[in-house]
């Protein structure tokens, strides 16, 4: 009995309390602790809190955008995403409050989007997305760019006896390109990774 006449009193001051400006004074001690955050990787990633529906939101299950500084893991800032809306419109209100100058932003394919990409560019942050396949248009304008006329004699430099490797081409545009090359053989599976790096982007 106790332990709920306590629980009902937290939620009825968190209930006055106004999200937006709780989460403005939370920030300001967030980045009080992580000042020194330059080069810092940030994950940005929205979850379902399951088991948290009330009666006041219709049974719906609140859905959560985060951002997490991945060193030490600490949540540096959330967003709620409306009902009637998605995380595309969530992240870009997630990145207005968070300082992000220097640090690197990762989100997954849903973060893919223009206007995200822009705002992350003018508030100073570098950012890591990936394109999914059924993105047709995009996914076929970025392998055209890589694999634009790639050197001849490219295939030769590979050797696929190696655990690693650092090479370069240049495409017919002369802009260089640095591929860095992982192999792994485990439980009788290979695994090649390769991964192609160009600060030349049209």
């Known amino acids: 009995m106790e332990w709920n006449t306590n629980f009902r009193t937290f939620r009825n001051v968190f209930r006055i309390i106004n999200p937006k400006e709780f989460l403005i004074i ?3 001690w967030i980045n009080e602790i992580i000042k020194n955050k330059k080069g810092k990787q940030i ?9 948290a529906t ?3 939101t219709n049974g719906n299950i ?6 997490y500084l991945a060193d030490i893991w600490i949540a540096i800032g959330q967003v709620k995403v409306d009902d009637k809306s998605n995380e595309i419109t969530a992240i870009p209100e997630l990145i207005d409050i968070l300082d992000i100058d220097g640090c690197i932003i990762t989100i997954d394919a849903i973060g893919t989007q223009i206007e995200i990409m822009d705002k992350l560019i003018k508030k100073g942050g570098n ?9 047709k248009g995009t996914n076929k304008e970025t392998i055209e760019f890589f694999k ?26 002369e802009e260089k390109f640095e591929v860095y090359i992982t ?5 009788g599976r290979g695994e090649e990774r390769i991964y192609v790096k160009t600060n030349n982007v049209r």
């Open 127 to 135: 950012f890591v997305l990936p394109i999914k396949l059924n993105n």
């Open 183 to 187: 192999r792994e053989n485990r439980h």
């Open 148 to 173: 634009d006329e790639v050197e001849e004699d490219f295939n030769k430099k590979i050797n696929p006896k190696k655990k690693e490797e650092n090479l370069e081409y240049r495409n017919s545009y």
């Open 26 to 28: 939370f920030m300001n």
């Open 43 to 51: 994950i940005i990633d929205g979850k379902a809190i399951r088991g």
């Open 54 to 56: 009330e009666k006041c």
């Open 62 to 67: 609140p859905h959560i955008v985060s951002a």
